[in-house]
């Protein structure tokens, strides 16, 4: 079975630009979640999709970032315009079911550095 | 913030048991502990949970002491490829935010020929 796929793999963009991640979650899996990781640090939560819905998106920063998943599958994160300090891992997990019971498979992030 | 306090590195072995410890002397009764790591490049990886008793998986061992306010996962045999950073996280099983994972900063075990 496939995991969480994301692409690109990285991303070396300049400040101002406009950048974008994608997320394909495990199939059947209806929570999907966006989490932005800085170096040395533990992964933070920037989203929660439970199907097609932005259930939790308290931590994303909405002045310059934005997600959306149609269709309930899919999923794709957005900055625009892009920081340097927005240079960071973002890391892409489903996990089957909604509220939160189940466990989170992650993907293998996108790294992006903001030039 | 993360309810958890790891050390941040710890060196084991090759083929000699980890044991990683966790303080989570916070935690609420409707509170799991749940053991993720992340290899280098990787995205995190489940490991395993527990609420009170022990458990045991195919991957390691999760010892919860009886007043909950600390926990010890165990890789009974660890190999080069065990190398990772471990995050402990506590965490309720059922919606909201609630249920969020938090990540800390984890312990970086460094598995040694």
């Known amino acids: 079975e496939a995991g969480v796929v994301q692409s690109p793999r990285y991303k070396i963009i300049e400040k101002k630009q406009p950048v974008a991640f994608w997320c394909n979650p495990i199939s059947g899996h209806n929570t999907l979640y966006w989490y932005l990781q800085n170096l040395g640090q533990g992964p933070e939560l920037l989203i929660r999709?439970?199907?097609?819905?932005?259930?939790?998106d308290s931590q994303l920063p909405k002045d310059r970032f934005s997600a959306e998943r149609l269709k309930g599958v899919d999923s794709t994160l957005k900055i625009q315009p892009a920081e340097l300090g927005d240079s960071a891992v973002y890391l892409c997990?489903?996990?089957?079911?909604?509220?939160?019971?189940?466990?989170?498979?992650f993907g293998p992030g996108t790294r992006l550095t903001v030039l | 913030d993360a309810k958890t306090t790891q050390p941040p590195s710890m060196d084991c072995a090759e083929g000699r048991a980890a044991n990683l410890p966790c303080n989570h002397s916070?935690?609420?009764?409707?509170?799991?502990v749940y053991w993720y790591r992340q290899i280098h490049s990787q995205g995190p990886q489940y490991i395993i949970h527990?609420?009170?008793n022990n458990e045991t998986n195919e991957m390691a061992s999760l010892i919860i002491t009886e007043d909950r306010k600390s926990s010890t996962l165990i890789l009974p045999h660890a190999t080069l490829r065990d190398t990772a950073v471990y995050y402990c996280i506590v965490r309720v099983r059922y919606g909201g935010s609630q249920g969020n994972l938090i990540f800390g900063k984890g312990t970086k075990l460094s598995v040694k020929p």
């Open positions: 916070t935690i609420s009764g409707n509170e799991y």
């Open positions: 997990a489903s996990s089957p079911g909604t509220g939160g019971k189940s466990e989170q498979f």
């Open positions: 527990g609420l009170k």
């Open positions: 999709y439970e199907n097609e819905e932005a259930v939790d």
